[in-house]
């Protein structure tokens, strides 16, 4: 398996500001992935963080909303920047394993009022 | 990637067999079937895999049909922690590369007392 660290595990913001959620992995991968689950839906892949190189973004997501950085091959940060109402969600990330089995992180829940 | 169907919900005595339904009749002869499970607002939690031999393993068991169009996942013998929404995804494994999961609207299992 693989350990995925994510912090904060919570918070609540105020609208128009900034959250930036942090992804650690207890090893060393080259991709790792972001997604949100908005309240009663299921998981949506925001992007993908591949080390080196810019993320690539699924349809609907745009990096000037959920730009991401991935500095070195164990972690990746994701931010929610210029925040409304609708930005409250789970945020989670991903990362591969032992098989090659994706594990994901315990998740951000995100309030915003 | 393959389309998968699932029930929406399904209720399941407590100490008794779950038997989770899923169809993927378009699934491709190199995909696999993947099980995840998401307790309430936690991060999906990986349950088993397979291409096309039933598998086992300590959580629960997998049969694939033998044309592959279908699978269910059984956990043997439920306990009230086997409450989650259960998510079947079909997706091509690769091996020396990460891959993000498509998760569909899954299935609720309630286990009752």
């Known amino acids: 398996s693989a350990v995925i660290s994510q912090k904060p595990s919570r918070d609540i913001c105020q609208r128009g500001t900034s959250l930036t959620i942090q992804c650690q992995v207890d090893?060393?991968?080259?991709?790792m992935f972001w997604y949100r689950q908005q309240p009663g839906q299921s998981l949506t892949l925001i992007a993908t963080a591949n080390q080196g190189s810019e993320a690539t973004y699924e349809s609907g997501f745009v990096i000037d909303k959920f730009p991401i950085s991935r500095p070195n091959l164990t972690f990746s940060t994701l931010t929610v920047s210029n925040m409304s109402p609708e930005d409250s969600s789970i945020y989670l990330c991903s990362a591969p394993g032992q098989g090659n089995i994706q594990y994901f992180g315990a998740g951000t829940r995100l309030s915003v009022l | 990637d393959a389309k998968t169907t699932q029930p929406p919900s399904m209720d399941c005595a407590e100490g008794r067999a779950a038997n989770l339904p899923c169809n993927h009749s378009?699934?491709?002869?190199?995909?696999?079937v993947y099980w995840y499970r998401q307790i309430h607002s936690q991060g999906p939690q990986y349950i088993i895999h397979g291409l096309k031999n039933n598998e086992t393993n300590e959580m629960a068991s997998l049969i694939i049909t033998e044309d592959r169009k279908s699978s269910t996942l059984i956990l043997p013998h439920a306990t009230l922690r086997d409450t989650a929404v259960y998510y079947c995804i079909v997706r091509v494994h690769i091996a020396n590369s990460g891959y993000a999961l498509n998760f569909g609207k899954g299935t609720s299992l309630l286990v009752t007392p």
């Open positions: 378009t699934i491709s002869g190199n995909e696999y």
């Open positions: 090893s060393q991968v080259t991709m």
